[in-house]
C-alpha cells in the first residue's frame, strides 16, 4: 500500500535551518507530482511547495518564496524540503502528498517548531 514517511522535523531556532524528508513506498514514485503542505494550530492546512514528477517546474506559496526549496530524488523514491531563513510563523505540522487519484495520499507529519 502508499506510505509516506516525514523526517527531519525538530526544534531550531528563528533564521535557521531543516530539512525535511518524506520516503515513498506502494506505488511508482517517478510517476506523480508531490507536494509539502503545512497546518499550524487553529489554521487550515496550506500548500507550501510542489514539484512535478522529473522536477523541472516547482511552485511555492508567497509566504515561503525564496527561503524554501522542494527537490526529490526519484532514485531513492524522496522528496525533500530545504527551509532556510525560518521564522516563527513557519512553525506547523508538515505534511507531504502524493498526487495519486482525485484525494491524493498523505504522509503522518513531522512537527516543525520554530522558537528562541
Known amino acids: 500500500q502508499v506510505q509516506l514517511v516525514e523526517s527531519g522535523g525538530g526544534l531550531v531556532q528563528p533564521g535557521g535551518s531543516l530539512r525535511l524528508s518524506c520516503a515513498a513506498s506502494g506505488f511508482t514514485f517517478r510517476r506523480y507530482a508531490m507536494s509539502w503542505f503545512r497546518q499550524a494550530p487553529g489554521k487550515a492546512r496550506e500548500l507550501v511547495a510542489a514539484i512535478t514528477t522529473v522536477g523541472d517546474s516547482t511552485n511555492y506559496a508567497d509566504s515561503v518564496k525564496g527561503r524554501f526549496t522542494i527537490s526529490r530524488d526519484n532514485a531513492k523514491n524522496t522528496v525533500y524540503l530545504q527551509m532556510n531563513s525560518l521564522k516563527v510563523e513557519d512553525t506547523a505540522v508538515y505534511y507531504c502528498?502524493?498526487?495519486?487519484?482525485?484525494?491524493?495520499?498523505w504522509g503522518q507529519g513531522t512537527q516543525v517548531t520554530v522558537s528562541s
Open positions: 502528498r502524493a498526487a495519486i487519484g482525485a484525494a491524493g495520499y
